[in-house]
């Protein structure tokens, strides 16, 4: 590792500290932690996808050896609370569903959790849950999201009496007077206006399935209470809803998300109803209990995102400016039946998100979603907008095609130039240079010359195209939006802590899962205080260290808790100017010192300095003669917020050949250019990015959650549900067109959450492109080579 | 239960296992071997399980730990038994091959047996090689420039 | 999910210890070659097999041996030793464009051709390719009879064969058809090297006259390998030009049923049996005549 000017570590792309544990197999996952004696719990899960339970049979299955406790609903409804309660439901009014960890009465999709067997042995438990007989009576399942809506329609919650379970106007005011007026206007423009597209854009069911499932290992004394091992990204919140939950006080709770976790992308931030069991268990057998879901019920339970219905318009003139937008969408929410998000949660903010960053003079957006007996929407990399971006995007190329223009000078035309703005859906743009990206972008991907080729390559027969999308992406979630849209704080939080030696110790009460947060935060933290990120270690995830975090969600750490970080790290360094003055009898304070190379240098007279190492040793170890006011020791928390909240933006172009006698496609090309402010280190940055497309690539084309008409789900192992492998994508070209973050202290943004957005419409809109001889538009995903042959037959004969 | 003995990285583990026990829970639970991962129920697809049994690349998934015995198996712990990364490990490093790290185990065990095997592929041969393993973090776009860095240094090495 | 508790492992290393393990006549056993296939029905426990004999050690099972106009192939041969043998001849390339592609390193690494074949699972790359190439099962029962089956009569139908229960294949024979033959296979998967949704292969033989005079066609994915004779049929005699093959396809189209799921449509099916079995017979022609 070479030492960096002014040890400047910012922008550095320093191989990871993460890494050496994680190549050698010294990495510990949740499945890898033992605790002596722990037991192992595997879930009995229902067969049907609406059914009643009639009666469970567990008699047989108990009088295996080894199994210690055979949980039903019936058994822990009057001994838990049932959900949902206040920490982890949202401040949006909706008909939130009540429910238990295992089913009660009946069951709503296929593979909830029905009953619970604890054994020694994991081989044996799952002979006992074979063992488990269930006598369901089947009802009727609500499968389709429209006619779920219908009067005449089984309702899945009954106590709601519907099965709408969350709407939103989002425009045109809080009233329904306004938003009626709004509607009119928009009506009005629309009925003038020289161009209208208007088109049904269907997104199916994926997400993005982390490679390590969930995990959960729970042990219990009586005097310490719980602590408890969670594959999650949100330990405080997970700690809080335990306490409500279980009745068990809080400082009696401790909950550990590991260090090392396989992965999250938003699917291990939820609170989930599995881990109530499980850690009602160990407090009921007194002993630990482990339950690692199994990939099977992975792909049955979680991941499962996307899936609505837009109902796009636009209008626009012949100039290609655009003058309304209008959308109705409708998402299938599944059963709605997980903490926190409670599926509709990410259909909101992709509301919110559908107008990108384009001016809209006038809009009209609104959403109902559906409850269905399907599993509950989970968060998915890039929350709720993959599907209204898909649409937005997609909509946008079918207008310009009206015009007769390219659709990357009518985004052009149309993208916000001036920030900050206030999106039409009140989403607030506190700062960027979205033209200087989009011109970046359109620089490599040299439209002209590939227009050229095009020409040519058709005169061969070969159909090539090009395709754009853009993403206005949210660079962590402020407060403003969080506590009504998850009753959560948006701010950062971080703790640094120095010790007598000169290392330091940042706690973290996020919990990444392999984003690379030691190292980012060791650079920042070696760059304030001008030592090397080998000095600096990072705490995260340990309820009973760190201090409160939302949770590595939404992008925070570039945005929110770095910011944090660096802020701590100046309050310790003006406590240390502070004492470095005060024994070198300088009048000087922390603007008159520079931290560089291990040492702390007055600017005024070089010969005055400290190493870093003996002024914090003298201020943590020696806490006598001290500048007035002052006390020892060097610790310092700080919570982070910006006045707004805060994007970064990105763009994307991707170049395919399509194959009339197959619809098979080739992406030849993928191109991008990125706004992710300052860069703390760009190796990482890098792969967010090519992580994120990908995700995005394989989610719009392989990837889909099926259920047959009964409900069953049909893609719960890899064999059906399909992930990209590294033959099937491409390789990236990444641009960066960045504009530091006016309201972070070191310029940085939050990135890599809402990336894949963008990736849908750009890559349809470039098989659309290369179909254009054939005037072929296409409105639904997935996108794959069937349905593109069927769109060219359709389209030939 | 079936006696078995298996050596996982020069020792040799000589047990009773239930005969349905499957490899990857005896390195994981047995030898205590943790670092090989399991991504899949049944299916056999994701690749995190991938160890090295007689020096090939194998999912230890879908082996019953019977059949491992008196075989060698070679697990991510055991590609740097001194301490020194391998040229592979290093590359993951300094290309930023891994974030999360679950399927890396895997994916290094397979590419030590691929590289061993064709040491001069081309992108799309690394490609294909890394098929049996599922990554959801990287786009793989950096697990190839990793691979391809151990060629391209082996290849400079021999000119 | 993990096995149903399995009694008895065992693993002979000579033929006569697999014999006297197969006389006992016990009931639940399952004969395991590489186990790709047959693990994940074991641990799905759609298997649940009491005892378990192991083949790995009969390394009497794992040979490629070519002999005048006969290519003969062990049992517990892996992919990954059809992928790298030297001993097979051009026309029988299909062998090794099938081997290549299934699953993925891993499995070609533990994978057997012997296994693939008494498996016969409905979308499995190799039982059609060596339906298409007829290869002849050489089957041994316990008391030491033998008895060859044509691949025409081996495969029955999905996970179904004419192996006896207490069978055991020892290998598989390729004629060999001199020059002018050649033969090819190809799949079409949603991602690269899938299960097939669609998988063809071909093989085919020209007269002096470059005419066709020997044509089998197989195809695979729908519901198990399985020959297309009408199609076959009408390639005879014609130069297999790529209207006749496109014809020959058609006729494949109107014989067989496709069904959609959630991988493909009916339609696109029938799509993929004409694209990739003109492509597989062009390419067994062109390996044909480079032969001769």
Redesign the interface.
């Known amino acids: 590792m070479s030492q960096r000017k002014n040890d400047d570590w910012m922008g550095t792309p320093l191989p990871r500290k993460e890494d050496r544990r994680l190549l050698t197999g010294k990495g510990k996952y949740v499945s890898d932690i033992v605790i002596p004696g722990a037991l192992h719990a595997v879930f009995v899960r229902s067969e049907y996808a609406h059914a009643k339970i009639l009666s469970i049979d567990t008699s047989e299955a108990e009088e295996l050896a080894g199994i210690e406790r055979i949980y039903t609903g019936d058994q822990i409804k009057h001994l838990i609370k049932s959900m949902p309660q206040p920490i982890v439901q949202p401040a949006l009014p909706a008909h939130y569903p009540t429910f238990w960890p295992l089913a009660v009465d009946k069951v709503t999709f296929h593979g909830e959790p029905v009953a619970l067997v604890v054994a020694r042995d ?2 044996v438990a ?2 006992a849950a ?1 063992l488990v007989f269930v006598d369901y009576e089947e009802l009727k399942p609500v499968l389709d999201p429209e006619e779920a809506l219908k009067p005449e329609s089984a309702i899945i919650h009954e106590k709601d009496g519907t099965n709408e379970i969350f709407s939103m106007t989002f425009t045109g005011g809080d009233t329904e007077a306004s938003q009626a007026e709004n509607a009119a206007e928009v009506e009005k423009i629309f009925q003038n206006a020289p161009i209208v597209v208007k088109d049904r854009f269907k997104t199916h069911r994926t997400g993005v399935t982390p490679m390590e499932p969930r995990a959960i290992l729970c042990d219990w004394d009586d005097s310490d209470g719980l602590l408890a091992y969670i594959t999650t990204q949100r330990p405080h919140i997970d700690r809080l809803a335990l306490s409500d939950i279980l009745d068990i006080s809080a400082e009696k709770v401790q909950v550990i998300a590991p260090r090392d976790q396989g992965g999250g992308f938003g699917v291990k931030a939820p609170f989930y109803r599995e881990n109530i069991i499980i850690a009602h268990a160990a407090r009921d057998l007194k002993q630990p209990v482990r339950w690692v879901e ?1 990939r ?1 019920e992975s792909l049955m339970n979680v991941g499962q995102e996307r899936d609505q219905i837009n109902d796009m318009e636009i209008a626009a003139d012949l100039e290609g400016n655009m003058l309304a937008l209008r959308n109705f969408g409708l998402a299938d929410n599944g059963v709605g039946t997980t903490g926190v998000y409670w599926g509709f949660v990410m259909p909101f903010l992709g509301a919110i998100e559908l107008p990108n960053g384009y001016k809209w003079p006038k809009a009209d957006i609104r959403l109902k979603v559906a409850t269905t007996n399907k599993a509950c929407l989970t968060p998915s990399r890039a929350f709720g907008h993959f599907p209204t971006r898909f649409a937005i995007e997609r909509c946008i190329d079918m207008v310009a095609h009206k015009i007769g223009m390219e659709p990357s000078t009518f985004r052009r035309k149309n993208l916000v130039a001036d920030l900050p703005y206030t999106s039409i859906t009140n989403e607030y743009f506190d700062s960027g240079d979205f033209l200087k990206v989009w011109d970046t972008l359109m620089e490599k991907a040299n439209l002209p010359d590939f227009r050229v080729q095009q020409k040519n390559a058709l005169s061969e027969k070969k159909y090539i195209g090009i395709g754009f999308g853009c993403g206005v992406e949210l660079s962590g979630v402020a407060s403003e939006l969080f506590v009504p849209m998850e009753n959560q704080p948006g701010y950062g939080a971080a703790t640094v802590r120095l010790d007598p030696r000169g290392k330091v110790q940042v706690f973290g009460g996020d919990a990444p899962g392999g984003q690379g947060h030691e190292t980012t935060t060791a650079q920042v933290v070696a760059s304030e205080f001008g030592i090397s990120p080998e000095d600096v270690i990072i705490t995260t995830g340990n309820t009973g260290s760190t201090p409160f975090g939302s949770g590595s969600v939404g992008a925070r750490m570039g945005s929110y808790f770095i910011s944090a970080v660096a802020e701590a790290c100046r309050e310790l360094k003006t406590k240390i100017a502070k004492f470095l003055a005060h024994d070198l009898q300088l009048e000087a304070s922390v603007e008159h010192f520079e931290f560089k190379n291990g040492e702390v240098v007055y600017l005024g007279d070089d010969s005055q300095r400290s190493s870093f190492m003996s002024i914090v040793e003298r201020i943590i170890m020696f806490p006598i003669n001290m500048p007035e006011g002052e006390t020892g020791g060097l610790d310092a928390t700080t919570f982070f917020e910006a006045a707004k909240p805060m994007i970064c933006f990105n763009a994307d172009c991707c170049v395919v050949e399509v194959s009339l ?3 098979d496609f080739k992406i030849l090309k993928w191109i991008t250019a990125e706004d992710v402010g300052n860069v703390i280190n760009p190796l990482i940055v890098n792969g967010q990015m090519h992580g994120a497309i990908v995700q995005g690539i394989s989610n719009t084309v ?1 990837e ?1 959650f ?1 259920y047959d008409e009964q409900g069953q789900q ?2 719960a192992d890899f ?2 549900y ?4 590294a ?2 994508v491409p390789n990236i070209d990444l641009n960066y067109a960045t504009t530091p973050c006016p309201h972070t202290p070191l310029g940085t943004r939050g990135i890599g959450e809402g990336r894949p957005s963008s990736v849908p419409g750009a890559l349809t809109n470039a098989v659309c492109d290369a179909l254009k001889p054939f005037g072929i538009e296409i409105t639904t995903l997935p996108l ?4 593109i ?2 769109k060219i ?1 359709d389209a030939t004969q | 239960m ?1 006696k078995v003995a298996i050596d996982i990285n020069g020792r040799l583990f000589q047990e009773e296992v ?3 026990m ?1 490899l990857v829970d005896f390195i994981r639970e047995r030898a205590h071997l943790t670092g090989t991962h399991i991504g899949c ?4 697809v994701c ?1 995190a399980c ?1 160890v090295h ?1 007689d020096g ?4 230890s ?4 730990a ?2 491992a ?1 008196e075989h060698k198996i070679t697990t991510v712990e055991g590609l740097a038994p001194d301490g020194e990364l391998t040229p592979l490990q290093e590359a993951f490093k300094s290309e930023h091959g891994l974030q999360c790290g679950f399927c890396t185990a895997g994916i290094l065990m ?1 590419m030590t ?2 590289l061993k095997r064709y040491p001069n592929p081309s992108e799309q041969e690394i490609r ?2 890394l ?3 599922l990554c959801r973090c990287t786009g793989y776009v950096h697990i190839i420039n990793a691979v391809r860095k151990v060629v391209q240094e082996n290849q400079s090495r021999k000119t | ?9 065992s ?1 002979p290393s000579t033929l006569e210890e697999l014999y006297s393990l197969l006389d006992s006549n016990e009931e639940d056993i399952l004969v ?1 070659a590489g ?2 296939s047959a ?2 029905a074991v ?3 759609m298997l649940r097999p009491a005892h ?1 004999i ?1 083949l ?1 050690a009969l390394s009497e099972l794992k040979f490629v041996t070519s002999e005048k106009d006969l290519l003969t192939v062990g049992a517990m041969t892996r992919y ?1 030793d059809i992928v790298s043998s030297d001993s097979i001849p051009l026309e029988l390339m299909a062998l090794k464009d099938a081997a290549s592609r299934v ?5 070609r ?2 994978g057997t051709i012997g296994g693939s074949l008494c498996w016969n699972y409905s979308a499995a790359c190799t039982p059609a390719t060596v339906l298409a190439l007829d290869g002849a099962m050489n089957l041994i029962s316990p008391d030491g009879s033998t008895r060859q089956v044509a691949a025409d009569d081996f495969f029955l139908g999905p996970l179904e064969t004419a192996r006896n229960e207490f069978e055991i294949l020892l290998s598989v024979d390729f004629k060999l058809r001199g020059s002018k033959s050649g033969s090819a296979y190809k799949k ?1 998967g ?6 097939p949704v669609i998988g063809i292969a071909a093989c085919l033989h020209f007269d002096n006259a470059d005419c066709c005079d020997y044509a089998r066609i197989t195809l695979t994915g729908l519901s198990g390998a399985q020959r297309c004779l009408e199609a076959e049929a009408s390639l005879l005699s014609t130069s297999a030009n790529a209207e006749e093959i496109a014809e020959a396809m058609m006729i494949v189209c109107s014989k067989v049923s496709t069904y959609t799921d ?4 009916a ?2 099916r029938y ?2 049996i004409k ?1 990739i079995g003109l492509e597989v017979i062009e390419i067994a022609k062109k390996r044909a005549f480079s032969l001769g």
């Open positions: 994991k081989y799952e002979d074979e199994s099977y006698e197959t619809g392989f889909e099926v049909l893609t064999e059906h399909k992930m990209a492998n033959a099937d794959r080579p069937d349905a042959w069927q037959q | 079936a239930p005969e349905r499957l129920t049944y299916e056999g690749g991938t049994l090939e690349a194998v999912k998934c879908m082996l019953l019977a059949q015995d397979n047996d691929f294909e090689g098929i049996g393993n | 999910m993990y096995p149903a508790p399995i009694e008895q492992y693993r395991l186990g790709q693990m994940q641990k799905s426990r378990i192991d790995q990954a699953g993925d390193r891993q499995v690494n533990r079409w949603l991602v690269t090297d899938a299960l959630s991988m493909a449509t339609d696109y799509q993929l694209t």
